[in-house]
C-alpha cells in the first residue's frame, strides 16, 4: 500500500517498444487500403487524371512548388537584370546622367513611400524593411502579371498605385505635395500602359447585326372546298393512316 509520501512511477515504454510501435504502423500503413497505400495510388493515377480529379493534398504541393520555383526565377530574373542595367547604366556619360535622373524620379515616389511605412510600422511583427520589400513585390507582379492579362494581377496594379499615390501625398512635405503627387500620377499611368494594355478595348460592347432570316413553314395539307349547297360528295373519303 503506498504512503502519501509516496509517488507512482509510470515505466517509460523502451525503445524497443517503440520500434515495435512505428513497424505495426508502418506495416499497417501499407497495407491494402492503409494510408500510405492510397497516397501512393493517388500519385500513381496522376498521369492518367485531370486537374479536377487529382487529390487535394497533391494540388496543395503541386501549387506551393510552383510558387517556390516561381519566386526563385523571380528573384534570379531581378539579379541578373539589375547587373545587367548596372553594366549599360555605368557605360557612358550619357547613361549615367539618364541613370541619375530616373533614380531621382524614383526617389521622388519610392522616399515618401519608404518613410511613411517606416512612421507607421511600430508595433508590428513584420519590420519596415520587410513591408517595403512586400510593397515592391506587390508592384512587380502586379506590373508583370497585368502585362500578361490576368485579371487579379490588374486588380493588384489598380489598388497597389492607388495605395502608393496616397502614400506620397500623405508623407511629402506640403510644400513639395502637389509636385510630388503629380509625378507619381505621371509614372503610374505610364506604367499602367503596360499592365492595362488591351483592357479599353475588351471594354467595349461587343455588337453583332446579324440579318434576320425570314421563318418560311411548310405543311403537307391537303384543302378540299366544301360544295356551295351543303352536301357531301359521293366520292368524299376520309384519309386512311
Known sequence: MNTPNQTTKTAAPSADG???????????AWAKGGFLDRRWEEIRQ??????????????????????CVGIILIETA???????????????????????LLADLWGVIDTPVRRYITDHSTGLTASGPVIHALW?????LGLVGGFLRFTTARLVW??????????????????SRPLALAVALTA?????????????????????????????????????PAPTDGTTPDN??????
Open 78 to 100: 531581378i539579379d541578373i537584370l539589375g547587373a545587367l542595367y548596372d553594366q549599360i547604366a555605368s557605360a557612358t556619360p550619357t547613361t549615367r546622367a539618364a541613370n541619375a
Open 236 to 241: 368524299v373519303r376520309p384519309l386512311q393512316r
Open 158 to 175: 489598380t489598388i497597389w498605385g492607388a495605395l502608393t499615390i496616397a502614400a506620397v501625398w500623405l508623407a511629402t512635405p506640403a510644400t
Open 136 to 140: 515592391q513585390a506587390a508592384g512587380f
Open 18 to 28: 517503440r520500434l515495435d510501435t512505428l513497424r505495426r504502423w508502418w506495416t499497417t
Open 46 to 67: 496522376i498521369r492518367e487524371s485531370d486537374w479536377h480529379t487529382v487529390a487535394n493534398w497533391l494540388k496543395a504541393v503541386l501549387l506551393v512548388a510552383t510558387a
Open 188 to 224: 503610374w499611368s505610364l506604367a499602367s500602359l503596360v499592365a492595362l494594355r488591351g483592357l479599353t478595348l475588351s471594354l467595349r460592347p461587343v455588337i453583332y447585326n446579324s440579318p434576320t432570316q425570314p421563318v418560311i413553314e411548310i405543311r403537307p395539307e391537303i384543302h378540299i
